[in-house]
Nanobody, 125 residues
Framework: QVQLVESGGGLVQTGGSLRLSCAAS????????MGWFRQAPGKEREFVAA????????YYADSVRGRFTISRDNAKNTLYLQMNSLKSEDTAVYYC??????????????????WGQGTQVTVSS
């Protein structure tokens, strides 16, 4: 059972930056895919970004491509999400997710078996 703990959320102004972290309870070399999802009030959980174990494959939602960067440090068992040029529509609870094996649908929440508790990101104008 992989435990995931997110941190780094907070309140930031429009155009600002935040970096989210997700610490895993075991060596992330054994976790093929790690990703970030978000859920705004009254909306469904949506895919943000994902990265393969080597970092060689990354996936982004169109709404964040070019502004957000996902990365992972397997030596530290940690996943990151660098968020720049934040907009009010980025306001949501951000969740870290993990999957042990490859999948052809890395953007689908149903493919991930492990989830963190979430961290709130609020972008104010």
């Amino acid at each position: 059972q992989v435990q995931l703990v997110e941190s780094g959320g907070g309140l930031v102004q429009t155009g600002g930056s935040l970096r989210l972290s997700c610490a895993a309870s075991e060596r992330t070399f054994s976790i093929y895919l790690m990703g970030w999802f978000r859920q705004a009030p009254g909306k469904e959980r949506e895919f943000v970004a994902a990265v393969s174990v080597s970092g060689g494959s990354t996936y982004y939602a169109d709404s964040v491509r070019g502004r957000f960067t996902i990365s992972r440090d397997n030596a530290k068992n940690t996943l990151y999400l660098q968020m720049n040029s934040l907009k009010s529509e980025d306001t949501a609870v951000y969740y870290c997710a993990a999957r042990r094996s490859p999948t052809t649908t890395p953007r689908a929440a149903r493919e991930y078996g492990y989830w963190g508790q979430g961290t709130q990101v609020t972008v104010s104008s």
